[in-house]
C-alpha cells in the first residue's frame, strides 16, 4: 500500500474555491503518481477550521475517484498554522515504486517531499539483511544508498595486502591513514575504492569480512571513517547501514532501525550469498559459529560496540522476506511523519 500526501490552499472559503482548489490538487497527484479510479483504495482529507462552506470529498467523485472510501474532518485549532488550507493522504495500492507528494499554492511552504531531509540510520548484525533493505529503501525513496561496511572492509583489504595484522593497532591505523578510501556510485550502486581501484567485489570474500570486524575496533580506523560517513550524510538524503549508525555515526537521524535475525537464519542467507558469488566449500554450521562469533565481537568491542539505539525501531526478519521488511519500514516512517 503507498500512502501520497498533498495540500493546497484557497483564497476565500466558498464551495467554487473549494471545489477548484480539491480537484486540482487530486488531478495533480494523480497525474505525478500514475494513478487511475481503481488504484486508489481511500481518500482522506482535513481542513482548517476556516474552511466550513463545503467537504473536498465531493469533488474527488468529479475526478473520477468513484471506487475511493471517502473521510473528511476538520483538523483542530492550531496558532499560527497555515490558514484556508485542505490537506489529503490517499492510500493507492500496488502502482509505485515511490510516491511524489504534491504541494500547491501557498501550501508549497509545507513540505514537498519526503526524501528533502530523509536520513535512516540502520544498524543490526551481520547477515541482517540490513545491506539489500538498504539498497531497497534508497530505491523506494530515490536517495542514496551509503554502504559504511564496505568502507570497513577496504580497510581490511588494506591491511591484508600489506601483511599488517589488525591486531597490530599502531601499524594498522598508520596504514589506513595513509590509504585513499574511498565510494564512487555508478548507476544508482556504491563502488568502494581503496588507492583508486575499484574493489568492490574482492572485499566480499569471507576472510575480509571477519577482518572487518577487528579493524573496525581501532579507534583511528572508525574516527577516519566516521568522519567520512557524516560528510556524506550531511550533504544529502541517504540510507547507512552498519553497527553504530544510530547510536554514533548519526545519533541525530530522524528515522533509526535495528536489523536483527535468528543466528542460523543469516548464517543460511550469508552461505547463499557466497554461492552466488563462487565460494564454494563452505560448511553452514561454520558459518554459523562465526557470526556467532563476530556478534560476541561487535558486541563487546570497546570503541561503539554493537547495540540497538534507545530510539530505534527493531525489526526482526527471521520470517520476513525483503519486500516484507521494506513494506514494515516505510510504514514506520510514514507513521513518523
Known sequence: MNFIRGATTITE??????????????RAIARENNLDGDSVRAIIFSTTQDIYSAYPAKAAR????????LFSAAEPLI???LPLCIRVMIFAEGVLQREKHVYLRKAAALRKDISVGLTIALDGPAGS?????????????????????AMYRACALCLKRQNISPDDAFAAARAVAAAD????????AQRTLLDGEDVSEE?????????????????????????AQRKIAKSQPCVLDGRDIG???????????????DARVRAQRRLKELEERGQTGIDLETLTREIEAR??????????????AADAVVVDTSRLNIEQTVALIREKIQEKI
Open 13 to 26: 472559503d466558498t464551495p467554487e474555491e473549494i471545489r477548484a482548489a480539491t480537484e486540482e490538487l487530486l
Open 62 to 69: 468529479e475526478c473520477g475517484f468513484e471506487k475511493a472510501a
Open 79 to 81: 496558532e499560527g498554522a
Open 181 to 188: 578510501i574511498g565510494v564512487r556510485y555508478e548507476n544508482g
Open 295 to 308: 556478534d560476541e565481537q561487535d558486541k563487546n568491542r570497546e570503541i561503539s560496540p554493537l547495540r540497538c
Open 247 to 261: 547510536t554514533t555515526v548519526l545519533p541525530d537521524a530522524p528515522f533509526k532501525f535495528f536489523i536483527t535475525a
Open 203 to 227: 572485499i566480499r570474500k569471507n576472510e575480509i569480512s571477519m577482518m572487518a570486524s577487528t579493524v573496525a575496533k581501532i579507534g583511528a580506523v572508525r574516527e577516519k571513517m566516521v568522519a
Open 129 to 149: 539483511g540490513k545491506s539489500t533493505i538498504a539498497k531497497a529503501l534508497a530505491a523506494a525513496y530515490d536517495i542514496l544508498y551509503l554502504d559504511t561496511g
